[in-house]
């Protein structure tokens, strides 16, 4: 069956347009059967074709009914091919294999709200948002992670037809896996099977591509429809990790296997605390095969910040993500004895109904074993717990959380070494900043009887976003110094999304949950890895560079905010992504093999190490070798030694690729960015197309007469042509 291509701009929106206005079933013979939307496509230009009568002849078909009175609940033929009617399961199978039928969507009632990340970045649930659903079917998301949890209502098949017919994979997950239409791969290289035991990879696996799945909520907190970005996408799991780690060999095997299977993007949560070479960084080594095919490899930036050089994901030939915020913010107040509330950071499902309980403060409840100082940290053996029972336990660290409920202490409010996010914990908590926590000491000891609440969290619209977070590793990039990473941020702080059952949402927590909060880059990765899917949605011919482009060049610039390198194009790199933007970047920076090979002799890696990432022999030469710097990237950086950067000049030469509309004019334009004033000169300023997919290069030359040399400078450069904005952040830092 060749799969129709969707030629009319009348995109999944109509289809969720329609679930809405469906109607279920109501009589009892009905019972059996649901509502379901059989999508066929396009409409044929036929004259001789009449929808209606080709949908009931189908339906007769299917049903071995003469009568498809009370089946067919209407018939689409006004922008697409399809229809809604009324079958069993057994039916819904055997007419999503029917010539023409491109998928069947169940009737879901679909509610308009959100657990916030894609409506943030401006992908809207339903109708809202344009979509290519044929082509969305097609794309085949590889996580590779923690395995998946294949029974979550984030990836049941309810709808899909049988896999694209690019598919070359298996399902060999191990015993009791079982595969389906949605999640159709399933590989494993840890010996345990592919199924999740931990949550992690069904959580990266849900953001990226999980259906929309309504009212889910950790026990009620961030309740909402959640969702991936490309929920008609097909997922392949590769079970790279355990409890104890993920191995190199696995990593590799894993790239190996979902390039050859087939897979259009790989995303991946997984890192090292620094950067390594990248002959030594499997995940490099992989995504290098992975770009050679046409692949785009998604890589988490590392939560080892906010220190400089921690990003440890730095090859040009993935798409590096830093995680910030949305505006949606959980927060956990702790109301004290003198009404005075302080606002603490938590994900608190424990309700203790507001009642009051006498607060004890670690250092006044030391064992003899242990000073008071060591005490106020709570480090386990140093709390006497008969003084601390019933009470609510003031610590200067988390540590005590791991086991706070052996303390007998009712609920836990902790200084937050990471104020800006909020974790879940096994008891009810709550972390404040060090101000609010000496303020809270000082009521303890100031108080006759010093008592406390701790509240249920919740939900607030902050509209101070996106906020880079605190954890998300920060630049310069220490392998390759003249690019810039991270590449982009994405919503990584405080994301709802599927979980597995297994795990445990927090340490020595005995809940289980289909659905968590986690923060980390490893949220914001499958965050970008659903944008990139999106993008190539409509743009399946696409190569990596060229969607990897669209999102950075369309990229919300991120306000500086925090101070140091935080509030730098180090912690962001070319700003937020944007889903909507990124369809319609108008020039692209391409970059293929031979480009990065170029920039790899250039680096002056050796023959070995060179066939190491690449695979191939390689000799390089004069002829094959740039300037790292002048590498086709769709930003721009250059490491300044210090005998320059008091007065220098850098160049930076580019090549931009029209895929916007023919005949069109870009200008140059340059904007202000942070630190040292920068002078930059464009040649030529202006660039003519003709034609789509011409190509026009330039040369950028960045001077100043002194550099910061505390922080990295920048200015922007954007190519507009009065509808798209192409922005390219410039930065340079001193060695
Ligand atoms: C979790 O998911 C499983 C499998 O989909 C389901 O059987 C179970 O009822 C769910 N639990 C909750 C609390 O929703
Ligand atoms: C299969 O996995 C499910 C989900 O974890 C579990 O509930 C069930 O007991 C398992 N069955 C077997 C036979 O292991
Ligand atoms: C979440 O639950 C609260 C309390 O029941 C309700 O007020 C709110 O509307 C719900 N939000 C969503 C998005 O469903
Ligand atoms: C706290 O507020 C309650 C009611 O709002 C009031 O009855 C009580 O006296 C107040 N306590 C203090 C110490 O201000
Ligand atoms: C810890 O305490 C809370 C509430 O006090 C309780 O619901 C939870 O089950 C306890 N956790 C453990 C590990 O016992
Ligand atoms: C909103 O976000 C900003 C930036 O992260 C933070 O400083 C502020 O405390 C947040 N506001 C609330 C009410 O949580
Ligand atoms: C950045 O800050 C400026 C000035 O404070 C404000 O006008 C602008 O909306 C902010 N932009 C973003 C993306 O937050
Ligand atoms: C790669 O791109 C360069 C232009 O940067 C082009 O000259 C070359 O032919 C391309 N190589 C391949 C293998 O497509
Ligand atoms: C590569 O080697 C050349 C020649 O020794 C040197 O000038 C250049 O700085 C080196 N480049 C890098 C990136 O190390
Ligand atoms: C810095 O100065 C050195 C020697 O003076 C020169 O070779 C190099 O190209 C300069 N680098 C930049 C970026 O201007
Ligand atoms: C950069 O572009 C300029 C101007 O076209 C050219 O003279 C120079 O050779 C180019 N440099 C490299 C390394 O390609
Ligand atoms: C572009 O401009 C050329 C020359 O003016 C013209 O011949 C051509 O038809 C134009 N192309 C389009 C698509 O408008």
Same mark, same amino acid.
């Given at each position: 069956?060749?799969?129709?291509?969707?030629?009319?701009?009348?995109?999944?929106?109509?289809?969720?347009?329609?679930?809405?206005?469906?109607?279920?079933?109501?009589?009892?013979?009905?019972?059996?059967?649901?509502?379901?939307?059989?999508?066929?496509?396009?409409?044929?230009?036929?004259?001789?074709?009449?929808?209606?009568?080709?949908?009931?002849?189908?339906?007769?078909?299917?049903?071995?009914?003469?009568?498809?009175?009370?089946?067919?609940?209407?018939?689409?033929?006004?922008?697409?091919?399809?229809?809604?009617?009324?079958?069993?399961?057994?039916?819904?199978?055997?007419?999503?294999?029917?010539?023409?039928?491109?998928?069947?969507?169940?009737?879901?009632?679909?509610?308009?709200?959100?657990?916030?990340?894609?409506?943030?970045?401006?992908?809207?649930?339903?109708?809202?948002?344009?979509?290519?659903?044929?082509?969305?079917?097609?794309?085949?998301?590889?996580?590779?992670?923690?395995?998946?949890?294949?029974?979550?209502?984030?990836?049941?098949?309810?709808?899909?037809?049988?896999?694209?017919?690019?598919?070359?994979?298996?399902?060999?997950?191990?015993?009791?896996?079982?595969?389906?239409?949605?999640?159709?791969?399933?590989?494993?290289?840890?010996?345990?099977?592919?199924?999740?035991?931990?949550?992690?990879?069904?959580?990266?696996?849900?953001?990226?591509?999980?259906?929309?799945?309504?009212?889910?909520?950790?026990?009620?907190?961030?309740?909402?429809?959640?969702?991936?970005?490309?929920?008609?996408?097909?997922?392949?799991?590769?079970?790279?990790?355990?409890?104890?780690?993920?191995?190199?060999?696995?990593?590799?095997?894993?790239?190996?296997?979902?390039?050859?299977?087939?897979?259009?993007? *790989?995303?991946?949560?997984?890192?090292?605390?620094?950067?390594?070479?990248?002959?030594?960084?499997?995940?490099?080594?992989?995504?290098?095969?992975?770009?050679?095919?046409?692949?785009?490899?998604?890589?988490?930036?590392?939560?080892?910040?906010?220190?400089?050089?921690?990003?440890?994901?730095?090859?040009?030939?993935?798409?590096?993500?830093?995680?910030?915020?949305?505006?949606?913010?959980?927060?956990?107040?702790?109301?004290?004895?003198?009404?005075?509330?302080?606002?603490?950071?938590?994900?608190?499902?424990?309700?203790?109904?507001?009642?009051?309980?006498?607060?004890?403060?670690?250092?006044?409840?030391?064992?003899?074993?242990?000073?008071?100082?060591?005490?106020?940290?709570?480090?386990?053996?140093?709390?006497?717990?008969?003084?601390?029972?019933?009470?609510?336990?003031?610590?200067?660290?988390?540590? *005590?959380?791991?086991?706070?409920?052996?303390?007998?202490?009712?609920?836990?409010?902790?200084?937050?070494?990471?104020?800006?996010?909020?974790?879940?914990?096994?008891?009810?908590?709550?972390?404040?900043?060090?101000?609010?926590?000496?303020?809270?000491?000082?009521?303890?000891?100031?108080?006759?009887?010093?008592?406390?609440?701790?509240?249920?969290?919740?939900? *607030?619209?902050?509209?101070? +976003?996106?906020?880079?977070?605190?954890?998300?590793?920060?630049?310069?990039?220490?392998?390759?110094?003249?690019?810039?990473?991270?590449?982009?941020?994405?919503?990584?702080?405080?994301?709802?999304?599927?979980?597995?059952?297994?795990?445990?949402?927090?340490?020595?927590?005995?809940?289980?949950?289909?659905?968590?909060?986690?923060?980390?880059?490893?949220?914001?990765?499958?965050?970008?890895?659903?944008?990139?899917?999106?993008?190539?949605?409509?743009?399946?011919?696409?190569?990596?560079?060229?969607?990897?482009?669209?999102?950075?060049?369309?990229?919300?610039?991120?306000?500086?905010?925090?101070?140091?390198?935080?509030?730098?194009?180090?912690?962001?790199?070319?700003?937020?992504?944007?889903?909507?933007?990124?369809?319609?970047?108008?020039?692209?920076?391409?970059?293929?093999?031979?480009?990065?090979?170029?920039?790899?002799?250039?680096?002056?890696?050796?023959?070995?190490?060179?066939?190491?990432?690449?695979?191939?022999?390689?000799?390089?030469?004069?002829?094959?070798?740039?300037?790292?710097?002048?590498?086709?990237?769709?930003?721009?950086?250059?490491?300044?030694?210090?005998?320059?950067?008091?007065?220098?000049?850098?160049?930076?030469?580019?090549?931009?690729?029209?895929?916007?509309?023919?005949?069109?004019?870009?200008?140059?334009?340059?904007?202000?960015?942070?630190?040292?004033?920068?002078?930059?000169?464009?040649?030529?300023?202006?660039?003519?197309?003709?034609?789509?997919?011409?190509?026009? +290069?330039?040369?950028?030359?960045?001077?100043?007469?002194?550099?910061?040399?505390?922080?990295?400078?920048?200015?922007?450069?954007?190519?507009?042509?009065?509808?798209?904005?192409?922005?390219?952040?410039?930065?340079?830092?001193?060695?």
């Amino acid at each position: 069956m060749g799969k129709l291509r969707l030629a009319s701009s009348c995109l999944l929106s109509c289809l969720f347009l329609l679930f809405l206005s469906s109607v279920s079933a109501t009589t009892d013979d009905l019972q059996d059967k649901q509502v379901y939307i059989v999508y066929m496509g396009s409409l044929p230009s036929r004259a001789d074709y009449t929808p209606m009568s080709n949908h009931i002849s189908i339906l007769q078909e299917i049903t071995g009914e003469s009568s498809i009175e009370g089946r067919l609940v209407r018939s689409y033929k006004r922008s697409f091919n399809g229809f809604a009617a009324r079958l069993t399961e057994s039916e819904r199978e055997r007419v999503a294999e029917m010539e023409g039928v491109v998928s069947v969507f169940p009737n879901k009632n679909f509610q308009l709200q959100t657990t916030t990340s894609w409506n943030f970045m401006g992908l809207k649930e339903g109708k809202r948002t344009k979509r290519n659903p044929t082509v969305e079917s097609d794309i085949i998301i590889g996580v590779i992670d923690s395995g998946i949890t294949p029974e979550s209502q984030s990836f049941s098949d309810t709808g899909f037809g049988p896999p694209p017919k690019t598919w070359k994979g298996v399902c060999s997950g191990g015993q009791n896996f079982t595969c389906n239409n949605k999640l159709i791969g399933a590989r494993d290289y840890t010996s345990e099977g592919t199924r999740d035991t931990q949550g992690h990879g069904t959580h990266t696996a849900s953001t990226a591509a999980g259906n929309a799945v309504a009212d889910t909520s950790f026990f009620g907190i961030g309740n909402g429809t959640v969702r991936g970005g490309v929920p008609a996408s097909r997922i392949a799991a590769y079970k790279v990790c355990t409890e104890s780690g993920c191995t190199s060999d696995a990593l590799l095997s894993a790239f190996d296997d979902a390039v050859a299977d087939g897979v259009d993007l *790989i995303t991946i949560s997984i890192g090292g605390k620094t950067a390594q070479m990248f002959q030594h960084d499997p995940i490099a080594i992989g995504a290098f095969h992975a770009m050679a095919k046409g692949i785009l490899t998604v890589v988490s930036a590392g939560n080892s910040g906010p220190i400089d050089s921690s990003v440890s994901a730095v090859a040009p030939w993935v798409l590096t993500v830093a995680a910030s915020t949305t505006n949606r913010g959980f927060f956990t107040k702790v109301v004290l004895g003198n009404n005075k509330t302080l606002v603490g950071k938590s994900v608190n499902a424990f309700d203790l109904k507001g009642k009051m309980y006498p607060l004890v403060y670690g250092k006044s409840a030391a064992s003899s074993v242990c000073d008071a100082e060591t005490a106020g940290l709570c480090e386990p053996e140093c709390l006497d717990k008969s003084r601390v029972k019933g009470k609510i336990l003031v610590c200067g660290s988390p540590k *005590i959380l791991k086991i706070a409920n052996s303390t007998g202490a009712i609920a836990i409010i902790f200084q937050n070494p990471k104020p800006d996010v909020a974790f879940i914990h096994p008891a009810p908590a709550s972390g404040l900043s060090e101000k609010d926590f000496e303020s809270l000491v000082s009521y303890i000891e100031s108080a006759d009887s010093p008592q406390a609440a701790v509240l249920k969290t919740e939900s *607030i619209f902050n509209q101070t +976003s996106p906020v880079i977070g605190s954890f998300s590793s920060r630049g310069p990039n220490t392998i390759a110094v003249d690019i810039l990473k991270p590449d982009v941020t994405a919503p990584g702080v405080e994301i709802l999304a599927a979980y597995s059952p297994l795990g445990s949402p927090s340490v020595n927590d005995p809940r289980h949950v289909n659905y968590s909060v986690l923060s980390g880059t490893s949220m914001s990765c499958p965050h970008a890895a659903g944008v990139a899917a999106y993008v190539k949605t409509f743009y399946p011919k696409w190569s990596p560079s060229m969607i990897q482009s669209a999102i950075m060049t369309t990229a919300w610039p991120v306000n500086a905010t925090g101070t140091g390198i935080a509030s730098t194009e180090f912690a962001y790199g070319s700003g937020h992504v944007d889903p909507i933007a990124a369809l319609n970047p108008g020039l692209v920076y391409e970059l293929n093999k031979t480009d990065h090979i170029a920039f790899l002799c250039g680096m002056n890696f050796t023959s070995s190490s060179l066939q190491v990432i690449s695979g191939e022999k390689v000799t390089c030469s004069n002829a094959n070798k740039i300037l790292p710097r002048n590498l086709n990237y769709p930003s721009m950086s250059a490491q300044l030694s210090p005998t320059n950067s008091s007065s220098f000049t850098v160049t930076f030469n580019r090549t931009v690729t029209n895929v916007g509309t023919p005949n069109s004019t870009y200008k140059s334009k340059v904007v202000e960015g942070h630190g040292t004033k920068l002078s930059v000169n464009v040649t030529p300023s202006v660039l003519s197309f003709e034609t789509v997919n011409e190509k026009k +290069s330039f040369t950028v030359t960045v001077t100043a007469s002194e550099l910061d040399l505390n922080l990295p400078s920048s200015v922007n450069l954007i190519w507009s042509d009065g509808t798209h904005n192409v922005r390219s952040p410039i930065v340079v830092w001193p060695k």
